[in-house]
């Protein structure tokens, strides 16, 4: 139980794309779905919280209007990487929670990597 | 935040030996933990977590040790195997039931050697 699909898993993009990664929760309800950025060799480092039906919620620094995110529906978040550049290419994860309290673990998908040429 | 040019400490072991991970967290209330495993090219898998009115935990071939005087958290490999070659986390949960609540650390990259 408790699978998280991310799709697609490796983007190669020309510059001024923009790119959109989907995370679905396929056998729960994810009231709350993370997106995380990883750096080769270094730990996760969380972009922003987003809460079905509601704005996410981003870290500092993170720019809201380059990563666009979208909790519509209680198994699906979108991130939108818009207008992408090379500085933009990273692996994204993204986890997701069910229903209850924060003591309990996120669920991971597979990442995608998103190589800006 | 994030850390430019950051190496990740490796631990090297024997097949068949026992590992053992350590990590520090940072914050006294904290009263959740978990270790993940990541593999490259993948998401984080959840292995074992520990509340914090535990000190120990076991799984299959894994324990998880907490040790709350000095905010230390420690993640045991029984025969270690090829397979459990990967990056470790620990994950903190720093409160709040709302919004960010773990916070990882840097991670550990366990070889296993044959």
């Known amino acids: 139980g408790a699978v998280v699909s991310q799709h697609p898993s490796w983007v190669i993009c020309k510059s001024g794309t923009s790119v959109k990664i989907e995370c679905r929760s396929l056998?729960?309800?994810?009231?709350?779905m993370f997106w995380y950025r990883q750096f080769p060799k270094q730990s996760l480092m969380l972009m922003a919280t987003?809460?079905?039906?509601?704005?996410?919620?981003?870290e500092q620094g993170v720019e809201k209007d380059k990563f666009l995110i979208n909790h519509a529906s209680l198994t699906l978040s979108t991130l939108t990487v818009t207008s992408a550049h090379p500085e933009d290419s990273s692996f994204y994860i993204c986890?997701?929670?069910?229903?209850?309290?924060?003591?309990?673990?996120?669920?991971f998908g597979d990442g995608t990597r998103l190589s800006i040429l | 935040g994030e850390s430019v040019g950051l190496h990740l400490p490796t631990l090297s072991v024997q097949e068949g030996d026992n590992s053992i991970i350590n990590c520090a967290y940072s914050?006294?209330?904290?009263?959740?933990f978990i270790w993940y495993k990541q593999e490259s090219g993948k998401g984080p898998q959840f292995i074992i977590d520990?509340?914090?009115?535990?000190d120990k935990r076991q799984g299959q071939r894994v324990t998880v040790l907490l040790n709350k005087t000095v905010k230390h958290l420690s993640l045991q490999i029984a025969a270690t195997q090829p397979g459990d070659s990967a990056v470790y986390f620990c994950?903190?949960?720093?409160?709040?039931?709302?919004?960010?609540?773990?916070?990882f650390g840097p991670g550990t990259r366990l070889s296993v050697l044959p």
């Open positions: 986890s997701a929670r069910g229903r209850g309290f924060s003591n309990q673990p996120q669920h």
């Open positions: 056998d729960f309800q994810a009231t709350t």
């Open positions: 987003s809460n079905e039906g509601s704005k996410a919620t981003y």
């Open positions: 914050n006294s209330a904290s009263d959740y």
């Open positions: 520990i509340r914090s009115n535990m």
């Open positions: 994950a903190e949960n720093i409160g709040g039931d709302y919004g960010q609540n773990f916070v």
